[in-house]
């Protein structure tokens, strides 16, 4: 996991720098002196960080700072993170699709009722607070425009 | 002057000026724990409120609220691993490791105790300073900011990670983050620079999307994986006991304390800099106070001093910054050219006036940040156990909650869907730069400083050519970047050749 998420990650500057570098080249001297001086070396250390990474696979690195829990490792954390991201993707369409003011009670309450199995009053009951502080403070308070969701605008709604 | 301070405190205890001072302190409170909700956007929203109040008022309710939004936002980061501002975000290296612990009580009484002195130093010296300061500024040109933006990084790079692998992924960290920096429109040239037609990029990436990404959803993901609360499954009694402690911390550490106090203040002082960048090169001077490569190896597993740095450089910014606003109305962040909208909505001109003529409505503002922090410090504290009880709640019951706060957040940066994009994108790189090992801390700063560090250097080359190089200043903190990469090298072989010896 460790390896392989710096391989990816290194690989993946590496490729991005060096776009970004033909891209800049384009460029007049004043808008590509930055993105230059600083693209280079970049893609220069993350070719040096690949190629580490691939003659020494085994060589860790600790970043002074958070690190995932034991329970990530393994296919079982793999399945769960994926479950993780599953849940953010399903709220992303749902807000596109349905809206902020839908979107978030649905995920409050499918989250606690499929992913926390809690029961049915508690996950409804939570859903409505989440809910109604959303309302409260951000549309009757602060007016913030959140749009309405795709569907509400084709069937003409919104 | 004396005399002028006094009147200040009793202009700021007068009934209205007080009631609005509380208002503003109430609105802050929540924009500070809300993530996404940023003080500037708040103090814009709350702008046009003050036409009709005396400029003591005015300021009262602006700053009373402004100055109290680093304080709660360190609280979410704290609990949650979510950056409450963009100004708290160091906050969450150290902060919230210690709360997985079952050390929240802790990290929020030594950051709370931590940013009550960093304002208190913040407001003193902003009571003191403004003729010591006027000369300093002056000598600081873009050459100067362009270096303390590198020795910023240089700092950060070099002590995120442990080893020439660690300083090297530390160093691509932070080059990347300058290369995001540069996405957007040009300032020199006006180019539209890795826009891809966008109309959403030309602005560049905002800060707030991409620091709740690349900290929170790894957070929240590994959260889920674990399927237990923030704390695990620590002991309960664990939690409320550390607040004292956390308070005692701060005066165990007193003078690293005072010195990132310092560092937030001088930071403030410096246009453009910024709150952002303030806690970061606190949280590297923290991390460099470790005496031992052992000892450093804490930082980011929940070293309080990693709590105490940023706590109170990002409190103690907030006098910095109004002093050049104050003094020169030269705003020295986006807050404080807000403000300086709302010194001409209140008729008054900032400069020469304001230390003179203006004197008490000056020193009236000392006295709402001191007076600010107070009240919302105390509050804290008096609901500082249930706070922390939030880390033992069901993990199940706080990740839709976190979820919605992280995507409302998200959103209300620009009420553009692209944001939620940018931040489910840097969410990714995050939870990548974590199970790879690599420190995040020094993408953000380089993300922060990108745009000040483009428009110095080239302000720079086209006014010095290469002999800004040469500047007294410059070569000064040339040799201070220099030191900081040497530093935990030779920090790490002393340590090596000492284990060597005991062996």
């Known amino acids: 996991m460790h390896s392989k998420a710096s391989l990816i990650l290194g690989a993946g500057i590496m490729l991005l720098a060096g776009a970004a570098i033909i891209i800049a080249l384009d460029w007049p001297l004043k808008a590509k002196l930055f993105p230059l001086a600083i693209g280079i070396p970049v893609f220069v250390m993350a070719t040096v960080e690949v190629i580490w990474g691939v003659l020494d696979p085994a060589a860790r690195s600790e970043a002074m700072e958070f690190k995932l829990s034991e329970q990530a490792s393994g296919r079982p954390g793999a399945a769960r993170a994926l479950t993780a991201i599953a849940w953010m993707v399903g709220f992303l369409a749902a807000i596109a699709l349905l809206g902020y003011p839908i979107a978030i009670p649905l995920l409050v309450f499918l989250y606690l009722k499929l992913q926390g199995r809690e029961r049915w009053m508690l996950s409804a009951a939570v859903a409505l607070a989440v809910w109604g502080v959303f309302y409260a403070v951000f549309d009757e308070l602060l007016h913030l425009p959140f749009p309405a969701g795709w569907i509400q605008q084709w069937l003409g709604l919104a | ?503």
């Open chain 2, 1 to 503: 002057m004396i005399e002028a301070l006094f009147e200040g405190l009793l202009l700021v205890l007068q009934g209205k000026a007080l009631a609005f001072m509380l208002l503003g302190i109430g609105v802050g409170f929540w924009v500070g724990l809300l993530p996404g909700l940023g003080g500037a956007t708040t103090l814009a929203l709350m702008l046009p409120f003050i036409y009709s109040m005396t400029p003591v008022e005015g300021f009262a309710f602006l700053l009373g609220m402004h100055s109290v939004v680093a304080t709660t936002g360190d609280i979410t980061s704290v609990l949650f691993g979510i950056p409450g501002e963009g100004t708290t975000a160091a906050t969450i290296l150290d902060g919230h490791a210690m709360a997985k612990k079952g050390e929240a009580g802790r990290a929020l009484g030594a950051v709370l105790a931590s940013s009550l002195v960093g304002a208190l130093i913040g407001a003193a010296a902003l009571a003191l300073a403004v003729p010591v300061v006027r000369p300093l500024v002056l000598t600081f040109g873009s050459p100067e900011l362009f270096m303390i933006a590198i020795v910023g990084i240089a700092f950060i790079a070099s002590l995120s990670a442990q080893g020439g692998r660690g300083m090297l992924r530390g160093f691509l960290a932070g080059g990347v983050g300058l290369m995001v920096a540069t996405v957007g429109q040009d300032p020199q040239a006006g180019i539209a620079r890795y826009t891809f037609d966008s109309l959403y990029l030309w602005n560049g990436l905002d800060l707030v999307p991409v620091l709740i990404g690349i900290f929170a959803i790894p957070e929240i993901v590994d959260l889920i994986v674990r399927g237990t609360s923030i704390a695990g499954d620590l002991p309960r009694d664990r939690l409320s006991r550390g607040a004292l402690e956390g308070v005692k911390d701060t005066f165990r550490h007193f003078w690293l304390t005072i010195r990132c106090s310092l560092i937030g203040t001088f930071i403030g002082i410096m246009p453009g800099l910024g709150g952002a960048v303030a806690q970061w090169l606190a949280y590297g001077h923290a991390a460099q106070s470790a005496r031992t490569a052992e000892e450093r190896q804490g930082f980011g597993r929940g070293d309080v001093r990693g709590v105490l740095g940023p706590g109170a450089a990002n409190n103690s910014k907030e006098g910095g910054s109004l002093i050049p606003t104050v003094a020169f109305g030269v705003p020295g962040s986006s807050s404080m050219a807000i403000l300086l909208g709302g010194f001409f909505l209140l008729g008054l001109v900032p400069g020469p006036d304001m230390l003179t003529t203006h004197l008490p409505v000056t020193f009236s503002m000392v006295w709402t940040i001191v007076l600010a922090n107070i009240i919302t410090v105390i509050a804290c504290f008096l609901f500082l156990n249930h706070l922390a009880r939030i880390t033992v709640v069901r993990g199940h019951l706080l990740v839709p909650v976190i979820l919605v706060l992280v995507f409302v957040g998200s959103y209300t940066t620009n009420n553009h869907y692209g944001d939620i994009l940018v931040m489910l994108f840097f969410g990714a790189v995050g939870y990548l730069m974590v199970a790879g090992g690599w420190p995040r801390a020094p993408f953000v700063l380089g993300l922060v400083l990108g745009k000040i560090v483009e428009n110095n250097l080239y302000i720079s080359v086209a006014r010095y050519d290469a002999a800004w190089l040469t500047r007294p200043v410059v070569l000064v903190l040339m040799a201070l970047a220099v030191a900081a990469i040497l530093y935990p090298l030779i920090q790490a072989r002393r340590s090596v050749s000492s284990r060597e010896k005991h062996a």
